[in-house]
């Protein structure tokens, strides 16, 4: 994309929507993409549900961080590589610079207030992916074969916990669209008009196998705790599906039985991120943080290793998905395709509903208080169409509410 004007003023407006979203979405990556929803397909209209829901689906099959990997695209979609590099740093900053700083002392969440506007953020996720699954149902589940899919893909992921049941849901949800749903294919599929090359692919997939291969070749043939790190969390990155929580067994592998990160930090580093807007991903800034001011000291300091840190867990996810971008626009415009992604479609669908209640619903809706905050969310954002930051600043006030009235 060609550095004019108009070029420089969407990456403006990429990095400006991202940075909003990157200081108020809480909840999850379940919940990021109910607000990347709102944000993208229903307010500012980049792109048509089909093809939102086609790059959910995508980035679900994924390893990497699904809702980071769905911004990074929509950055793409509207400003290019720019563009895709500004969305990613919106997002992932806010959370990140907060952990760093926790991990260095500052004592940022503490007090009766911040706790209750902490509690508030985490009904808005409910009401954030209960209109998300509400408008996508109306949309991608019109008939009794999707609504049927989706359904079976409850049940699939509450049978099966974990991304072994989410990718199960999806991949189930596109054979089923392959054979019910060809009746509905054939129908004009919407541009995504990303702009990666079939040589851009090609060099990222190269890029993503050689890291992965080489990066603990050289930290076993070269003494360097830097080149460690990276190969550490190089790694976490690239062998985790489903993102948020799933990540956290590989870190504690990779930090915690070496020796760099003791257990109790690690612990405490987990409950910040769950504290934090932003990706659950970035508490790899964390951790590199406790490594560079604990043990990594006269290799850059807690800074550097942080950043390095956070580079390195996001690079994987990033490179895939650009490494698969020129071949999926070819892929959902085949006949067969179509009605594979509309079973895939109606899927997440269902694996959106069953993650209202689990995580979001279990760990936000304490009580009927909680209830009430959270149905006033939903309405505010479905029949009063307030943007998503007006109706995150107002629940954190009803949070805040509560907590006194508790």
């Known amino acids: 994309m060609s550095d004019t ?4 003023g969407r990456v403006r407006e990429v990095f400006h929507a991202f940075l909003l979203l990157g200081l108020t979405s809480f909840g999850g990556p379940i919940a990021h993409l109910g607000y990347f929803r709102t944000e993208f397909v229903e307010r500012r209209r980049w792109l048509t549900e089909q093809a939102y829901a086609d790059l959910v689906a995508l980035c679900q099959f994924l390893p990497g961080p699904a809702s980071s990997q769905v ?3 929509l950055g793409l979609l509207r400003g290019g590589l720019r563009g895709a590099l500004a969305a990613w740093a919106a997002f992932t900053l806010p959370s990140a610079i907060l952990l760093v700083l926790f991990a260095l002392g500052a004592a940022l969440l503490e007090g009766p207030v911040s706790q209750g506007i902490i509690h508030g953020l985490k009904v808005t996720a409910v009401a954030i992916v209960a209109h998300a699954v509400w408008g996508m149902a109306k949309s ?7 609504a049927g899919i989706a359904l079976a893909a409850v049940f699939t992921v509450v049978l099966v916990s974990g991304p072994l049941g989410q990718v199960g849901a999806i991949v189930i949800g596109a054979l089923t669209g392959m054979a019910l749903c060809r009746t509905h294919a054939g129908v004009e599929v919407h541009p995504l008009a990303l702009p990666v090359s079939p040589r851009a692919g090609h060099l990222a997939g190269l890029a993503f196998v050689a890291l992965l291969v080489g990066l603990p070749l050289l930290a076993w043939a070269t003494p360097s705790a830097t080149l460690a790190v990276m190969d550490a969390f190089y790694r976490a990155g690239a062998l985790v599906f489903g993102g948020g929580h799933v990540v956290l067994p590989l870190l504690e592998a990779e930090v915690v039985q070496s020796g760099w990160v003791s257990p109790d930090d690690f612990l405490a580093g987990y409950g910040a991120a769950q504290a934090v807007p932003g990706p659950l991903f970035t508490f790899a800034a964390y951790l590199g943080s406790v490594i560079g001011g604990v043990v990594m000291a006269p290799l850059g300091g807690a800074l550097v290793i942080a950043a390095l840190a956070l580079a390195m867990i996001f690079l994987p996810g990033m490179l895939l998905l650009v490494a698969v971008l020129p071949h999926w626009e070819r892929f959902r415009r085949w006949d067969s395709a179509q009605a594979l992604m509309r079973g895939a479609n109606a899927a997440v669908v269902g694996i959106l509903g069953a993650a209202l209640y689990h995580p979001v619903w279990t760990s936000a809706i304490l009580g009927p208080r909680e209830f009430a905050l959270a149905l006033t969310g939903f309405l505010l954002l479905s029949i ?7 109706v995150v600043a107002l629940m954190a006030g009803g949070g805040v509410l509560i907590s006194f009235l508790a």
């Open 384 to 390: 009063w169409k307030l943007p998503a930051w007006a």
């Open 5 to 8: 004007p108009a070029t420089r």
């Open 71 to 73: 911004g990074f695209a």
């Open 140 to 146: 991608l589940c019109p008939d009794r074969q999707r």
